[in-house]
């Protein structure tokens, strides 16, 4: 199965030799995959170009030995929790092979017109010397993807014997009545394994003559292909005392095991947040920094199973619910413009609880530990994004008796509108600008503010009869 990767550039025409003949005539040389790769990433390197688009947290750590191993020619398997972007990572690399490359033309594998490996290739190019026919793959072609899954087989990996063949006329003991599995299908391009160790210890076994002795033998035939492929794999960690493992001897022909890991730093987790989610309406950047904020806290939380992990499908799957919510008010409210405001945040602990694996003896605890995190994310996100502003003027007003009505069908006029004096318009002014939000977004920034208040203790907030949010200031009771 081919992908397109990451790089989103359109495509250049693909060269106009036809034939043999005119390949050579152009000057074309031929290289392996992993030359092609080296190549074209220190051509990268030397001109200051990033090959990995849309790679974000992993520009010192990882990126670095994945491009010395690509250097020295080596296979490659990522090792890391789920949701750390290793399949994103591996779908950049067709980046980094030649945009076109030539192939015997109704080639099965894609052979090269100046290196044919399979007989009825081997006769084509003998018989039609100059005059063989070829044609042009683009890189997003050349690059192949398994889920390895336990009920994956030799045949899918690597081949087997094809019925149909057999029935035109050809006997058992032809090597062309091979049906060619995914790995000799790569040839000249990438194979990529996700999740190896999920691979029946059988089948692993069927791997090792490609990753070291670069070829493959189906069901006892002399047939040996030399295949020019370059393979990949991920894997979680877990996975070698769990599910099942990667075998050492195919553990030993990888050139490289590469660690993963989750975002290292904050601006680098919302960075991921704002390039991945697909949202649905406008999420303030305060709310992204708390989305961020409570899925490191997940991760580091003694109650939550770190050997899970939390993927940081987590925070996209929150910030896009959270947009959700808000464009789910908008439409049942009428308002033009769908904001998502601190009120919508509710919406991902009971959306997305499922997602976060709890220690065993934490039954019953679940709802309770991912609130106080989500409070301590935003009380987190509040001092960061507030501090050195003045909040007394909403203070004053709640403590006059006035209160501000919130929740999932409350449009923004209407929370505005419950606090809108000439001291509260200039205390959201200097919030818009501090917080760098427009117009449509004063509604969010005032309940940041209320929110922010209320965890610090300086005004109430409870539901009303309704299942509302109001967040006041108790009035003390008049002396009879």
Do not use: C
């Not at 550039?9 to 392996?32: F, I, M, N, Q, Y």
């Not at 950049?92 to 109704?106: H, K, M, Q, R, S």
């Amino acid at each position: 199965m081919a992908f397109e990767t990451a790089h989103h550039s359109a495509k250049s025409s693909a060269p106009t030799a036809a034939t043999l003949g005119e390949l050579r005539a152009s000057g074309h040389v031929e290289r392996d995959v992993r030359d092609e790769i080296r190549h074209n990433l220190l051509t990268a390197l030397r001109a200051g170009d990033d090959p990995w688009e849309g790679i974000v947290g992993f520009e010192s750590t990882v990126v670095p030995q994945l491009e010395r191993a690509l250097i020295a020619g080596h296979d490659v398997v990522l090792l890391g929790e789920r949701g750390q972007g290793k399949t994103r990572l591996l779908r950049t690399l067709p980046n980094l092979l030649d945009e076109w490359t030539p192939v015997i033309a109704g080639s099965e594998l894609d052979e090269h017109p100046y290196s044919p490996i399979l007989p009825e290739s081997i006769r084509r190019a003998a018989g039609l010397g100059d005059d063989l026919p070829i044609e042009w793959r683009h890189r997003s072609e050349r690059y192949s993807e398994k889920l390895a899954t336990p009920d994956t087989s030799v045949a899918d990996l690597v081949g087997d014997i094809d019925p149909m063949k057999v029935a035109a006329g050809r006997s058992l003991g032809d090597p062309e009545t091979i049906h060619f599995g995914l790995i000799p299908r790569a040839h000249r391009g990438l194979i990529v394994i996700n999740e190896l160790p999920d691979l029946a210890e059988r089948i692993q076994v069927s791997m090792l003559n490609v990753m070291e002795e670069r070829d493959i033998q189906v069901r006892g035939y002399n047939l040996r292909l030399p295949l020019d492929v370059l393979v990949l794999a991920s894997a979680n960690p877990e996975d070698y005392t769990n599910r099942g493992r990667i075998i050492t001897p195919l553990k030993d022909r990888f050139g490289a095991e590469i660690r993963t890991h989750y975002p290292l730093e904050l601006d680098d987790e919302i960075d991921v947040i704002e390039q991945e989610a697909d949202l649905v309406a406008t999420v303030p950047g305060f709310l992204i920094e708390i989305l961020a904020r409570f899925t490191r806290y997940l991760r580091d939380h003694p109650s939550i199973d770190q050997r899970s992990g939390v993927s940081a499908r987590f925070s996209i799957a929150g910030a896009e619910t959270v947009a959700a919510a808000a464009l789910h008010r908008a439409t049942v409210t009428g308002e033009e413009i769908a904001v998502a405001r601190p009120i919508d945040l509710e919406s991902v602990i009971e959306v997305l609880r499922g997602k976060v694996e709890f220690e065993s003896g934490e039954e019953g605890r679940e709802l309770e530990i991912l609130e106080y995190l989500l409070r301590k994310a935003t009380a987190d996100a509040v001092r960061a994004g507030l501090g050195g502003i003045d909040m007394r003027p909403l203070v004053e007003r709640l403590e006059g008796g006035d209160a501000v009505l919130t929740g999932d069908r409350i449009p923004a006029a209407q929370v505005l509108d419950a606090l809108d004096d000439d001291a509260v318009t200039d205390l959201l002014d200097e919030l818009a600008e501090q917080l760098e939000i427009d117009d449509a977004e004063r509604a969010s920034a005032l309940e940041f503010a209320l929110e922010g208040l209320y965890l610090a203790r300086r005004i109430g907030k409870e539901p009303d009869e309704r299942g509302r949010t109001v967040y006041h200031v108790e009035q003390p009771d008049d002396e009879s």
